[in-house]
C-alpha cells in the first residue's frame, strides 16, 4: 500500500509564482477536474490518496512535493526557497506527522522537494534557485546516519532538478541534458527526452507504473518503445503554474 498525500488546487492558483514562464491565464475549474483524474491515476496505481483541502490564500499549494523529503525512516519537512510558500508545510507536517517522525529544515536553509530525486539510497539534491548548499547541508546531515548519500546536482535554466530529471524505472532517468548533464547519475541508464520537448522529464512513478503528462507525445513515445507502461495525464493548468506531475503529491511508501 503507498498512501499519496495531495491538496485540492487553491482558488488563487492564478497568482502562483512563476520564475521561468510567462504569466498564462489559469481555468481553475479545468485545473480542479484535472486534479481530480490526477487522484484517479494514483489510485489506479494502488494508492490510497489523503485529500488536504485547499489553501485560498497560499497560490502554489497543490504543489505539495516542495514541502517535505518521505524517507523510509524520517519526513523531512523543507523551508520552500520562496516566502510565499512557506506556509504550505504547516497543514503537510500535520498530515506526515502520522505516518513518520519529522525533522525540520531551518533557516537559513532553503529547499524545495522538486528539488530532491531519490534513488534508492541516492539522494541527488539541485543547485536551483530554490535550494542552497546550506538546505543540501542540513538533508546531508538528517540523511547520512540512516544510510542515504547525499549528492548536489549542477543544473541550468529550470525552476528544480526534477523539471531537468525524474526516475522511469529501476535504475533509469529521463532527462533533458540541456538543464542537467547525465554524468551527474553514475550507473544509471539515461533515456532523454525529444528535444523538442524541455519540459518533458517529469514523470512520476508509482511502483511498476508511470504518470506521465498527455502533451508530450515524442517522449511519451519514447518511454513505450522502453516498454514502460504509462498513466497519460492532462495537467496543462499545472503546467501554466509551472508544476507537473511529481509536485502535486508526496508518496509514502
Ligand atoms: C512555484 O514556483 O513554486 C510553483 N509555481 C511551481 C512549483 C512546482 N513544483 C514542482 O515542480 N515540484
Known sequence: MINAIVREVSPAIGRCELTYQEWVEIDYDLACHQHTEYIRALEGLGCQVTVLPAEPDLPDSVFVEDTALVLDELGIITRP????????TVSVSKELARHRPLALIQD????????ILRVGRAIYVGLSRRS????IAQLRALAEPLGYTVHAVQMQDCLHLKSAVSQIAPGA???????????AFPGLQVIEVDPSDPHAANALQVRSGLIYPACFPLTLARLKEHGIAVTVVDVSE???????????????Y
Not at 526557497?81 to 504550505?88: A, D, F, K, Q, V
Not at 499545472?238 to 509514502?252: D, F, H, N, P
Request: aromatic residues 2%; proline residues 11%.
Open 132 to 135: 542552497n548548499p546550506e538546505g
Open 173 to 183: 532517468l529521463l532527462l533533458n541534458p540541456r538543464w542537467v548533464q547525465p554524468e
Open 81 to 88: 526557497g520562496t516566502e510565499s510558500r512557506r506556509p504550505e
Open 108 to 115: 537559513p536553509a532553503t529547499l524545495e522537494g522538486g528539488d
Open 238 to 252: 499545472m503546467q501554466k503554474a509551472e508544476g507537473a506531475v511529481t509536485c502535486c503529491s508526496l508518496l509514502i
